[in-house]
């Protein structure tokens, strides 16, 4: 599994995707646009996004890139099934996804930012979107795809990819992707 996560502001938000990614035994983290990196200009550890991710930045290797499209595209041609996690007017429920075994290896799962998430561009390279089924109160804005029905807009994006992640990664399946 590779987890490509774009333009995600939060520093904690990304160390605790680095800790579940770890968990996970994910391949590499692709930082990009303004997605903060474990270490800053200088060369040195961020001590908030360390004791966030406890180490786990030590033991999952990652890269910061400029455009996500570009390593969408090279994932792709590699050989990888691109998974978004959104919300959006073609997304399905994420447990309704089946995978082969070696499907779940040749895996990329993309989050997108706190406010926005990944934009239309993004979702169009993506083979499935997946989104997590939502119910409490009305919270949605004014960008949010769905306009009816009750639910909460979307979790914290570090929690739902620790929701996909194992559930892709754990989940016996054996029904191959289509």
């Known amino acids: 599994m590779i987890v490509?996560?774009?333009d995600i502001r939060s520093i904690y938000n990304v160390g605790s995707i680095f800790r579940t990614a770890d968990a996970v035994g994910a391949e590499k983290i692709y930082l990009c646009g303004i997605t903060p990196a474990p270490?800053?200009?200088?060369?040195k550890i961020r001590?908030?996004?360390a004791k966030v991710s406890l180490g786990?930045?030590?033991l999952v290797k990652w890269a910061k890139v400029k455009a996500t499209g570009v390593i969408i595209e090279?994932?792709?041609?590699d050989g990888y099934k691109i998974f978004a996690i959104e919300q959006s007017k073609t997304s399905i429920l994420y447990y309704k996804t089946n995978l082969s075994r070696s499907d779940r290896d040749r895996?990329?799962?993309i989050l997108g930012g706190e406010v926005k998430g990944l934009p239309p561009a993004?979702?169009?390279k993506a083979d499935k979107v997946l989104e997590i089924p939502m119910r409490g109160a009305m919270v949605r804005q004014?960008?949010?795809p769905r306009s009816l029905g009750r639910g909460k807009e979307s979790l914290n994006v570090s929690v739902a990819f620790g929701v996909i992640a194992y559930f892709l990664r754990f989940k016996k399946c054996n029904v191959i992707f289509n």
Request: aromatic content about 8%.
């Open 122 to 124: 993004i979702l169009k």
């Open 142 to 144: 004014a960008h949010h």
């Open 4 to 6: 490509v996560l774009s």
């Open 56 to 58: 786990a930045e030590k």
């Open 47 to 49: 001590p908030q996004f």
């Open 39 to 43: 270490i800053d200009r200088f060369g």
């Open 107 to 109: 895996l990329v799962l």
């Open 74 to 77: 090279k994932l792709k041609k």
